[in-house]
């Protein structure tokens, strides 16, 4: 039975959009999640549709969707690493493996959520998830807790085969649905495509559909994590 789950991303929504449903699940299941949430999504470039938030609030009113959604997912500890949006990757990785490792003796998660290094299409993606799992490479192996790896680029089915972890979330689909939401400055847009049928990448409309339907995840053993994270 898993009863704590430490969730390791770089931005508000990241939780909810690509694992919200399977966070869910365990927190309906009785679990405790832990999410170290690395910025506040500063720079980002939705602002709401119609706007409603600008450059200078963005950061505040993330904060808020962030503290919505979780409370929506049954999260309970969110705890903001600090970092910048959109310049993790120049980040010391073993300064911010150190800061996740903190967390990981404090707490002894029996897993751990984070992006796939190199399979993240964000690069804040890619280089917190480099982090976490150097964090947990770090450790004992009796410290070290089981890494769920979220990929996401087009090709992860061709390079990493199929997911170790799919993960059925339709009794929790409602629940995605309002964390979703919650997020309204990034979510707006996209629920409203999907709704009314409006989006005109096929591609794009089927992985939305998708993502109200099944989360996917793989093993990551931290000891082939590269050196570096920047594999191409």
């Keep these: 039975m898993v009863n704590r789950v430490l969730v390791v991303l770089p931005h508000p929504d990241d939780e909810t959009f690509g694992c919200g449903g399977t966070i869910a699940k365990w927190t309906k299941s009785g679990a405790e999640v832990v999410y170290m949430c690395g910025t506040l999504g500063q720079m980002g470039r939705n602002m709401g549709k119609p706007f409603f938030a600008t450059r200078e609030s963005l950061p505040h009113v993330r904060a808020q969707e962030l503290a919505d959604a979780c409370k929506v997912l049954g999260i309970q500890d969110v705890r903001k690493m600090g970092l910048r949006d959109k310049t993790i990757e120049f980040e010391d ?34 280089a917190l998830g480099f982090a976490a799992v150097l964090a947990v490479k770090g450790l004992g ?20 085969g199929a997911p170790d972890i799919e993960v059925d979330i339709a009794d929790v689909v409602q629940t995605k649905i ?55």
């Excluded at 192996?141 to 990493?160: D, F, G, K, M, V």
């Design 93 to 126: 990785p073993a300064k911010v493996a150190e800061q996740i490792q903190s967390v990981i003796r404090e707490f002894r998660p029996q897993i751990l959520l984070t992006h796939y290094p190199g399979y993240g299409v964000h690069p804040d993606h890619d």
């Design 141 to 160: 192996a009796a410290e070290r807790p089981e890494i769920y790896a979220h990929a996401i680029t087009h090709n992860r089915l061709q390079t990493l």
């Design 178 to 232: 309002d964390a979703v939401k919650a997020h309204r400055s990034q979510s707006e847009g996209m629920m409203k495509r999907l709704a009314d049928g409006s989006e005109s990448d096929e591609a794009v409309r089927k992985r939305m559909e998708q993502n109200f339907k099944k989360e996917v995840f793989w093993y990551y053993n931290p000891d082939h994590l590269p050196d570096t994270l920047w594999l191409s």
